[in-house]
């Protein structure tokens, strides 16, 4: 019986160092599919720790859009271990979409989707 108590715990030891592990990933990946299912371009993607009064830059950069339809990969990640931020979207037709609080450990994707 003691055998058995033995490798049961030992099971469930591992058992919890493998969720441990895999919640370590989620928290570190940060990484979120961007997709545009709106009808204009995304000109501008900044996500800011949900604290700051100020959007950080462009994620997008210089000379790059996301076109309706298609998606990008983007890293949100401020170094610091933050897993909540505003995302903001701004449209090439000047409209913006903003979700607050998106928590970037937990969702790998945010849809851009504009009411038309």
Request: glycine share 10%; with cysteine; net charge neutral.
């Amino acid at each position: 019986m003691k055998k058995i108590s033995a490798i049961a715990l030992c099971l469930f030891g591992f058992g919890l160092l493998a969720l441990a592990g895999s919640a370590g990933r989620v928290q570190f990946g940060r990484r979120v599919q961007i997709v545009n299912r709106s009808s204009s371009a995304i000109e501008y993607l900044h996500a800011s720790v949900t604290d700051r009064r100020n959007w950080e830059e462009d994620l997008l950069g210089p000379m790059r859009v996301i076109p309706p339809g298609h998606s990008i990969e983007a890293k949100i990640d401020d170094g610091a271990g933050h897993c909540r931020y505003d995302l903001r979207a701004v449209l090439i037709d000047g409209r913006e979409v903003v979700e607050s609080g998106f928590d970037v450990c937990a969702n790998i994707s945010w849809t851009v989707n504009v009411p038309e």
